[in-house]
């Protein structure tokens, strides 16, 4: 279940705050940010399992490439929503 809730904060969420943000008039980059913060959350708060730490040092490296996969989801969602706006 901690998967699947980490892959709908790591793809459909980002997407979804870009869009939000850009139809509040805000810029992208707060969607991306939303989005982030959910992704680190969704990642680190499931229960670890028996003699594991929560977070380990190569799980950063994991985690900085997911934002910016994350941060570049919300930039498309807003992108998305502004060229729909204009055709419409």
Same mark, same amino acid.
């Given at each position: 279940? /901690?998967?699947?809730?980490?892959?709908?904060?790591?793809?459909? =969420?980002?997407?979804? /705050?870009? !869009?939000?943000? &850009?139809?509040?008039?805000?810029? %992208? %980059?707060? +969607?991306?940010?939303?989005?982030?913060?959910?992704?680190?959350?969704?990642?680190?708060?499931?229960?670890?399992?028996? +003699?594991?730490? &929560? =977070?380990? /040092? +190569?799980?950063?490296?994991?985690? $900085?490439?997911?934002?910016?996969?994350?941060?570049?989801?919300? %930039? $498309? +969602?807003?992108?998305?929503?502004?060229?729909?706006? &204009?055709? !419409?």
């Amino acid at each position: 279940m /901690a998967e699947v809730l980490f892959v709908l904060a790591a793809f459909a =969420l980002p997407i979804l /705050a870009g !869009a939000a943000a &850009r139809l509040l008039g805000r810029p %992208w %980059w707060w +969607g991306a940010l939303v989005a982030v913060v959910v992704m680190l959350v969704a990642a680190i708060a499931p229960e670890p399992e028996e +003699g594991e730490s &929560r =977070l380990v /040092a +190569g799980d950063l490296v994991f985690l $900085l490439i997911v934002a910016l996969v994350v941060a570049g989801l919300a %930039w $498309l +969602g807003a992108r998305l929503v502004g060229r729909f706006a &204009r055709s !419409a």
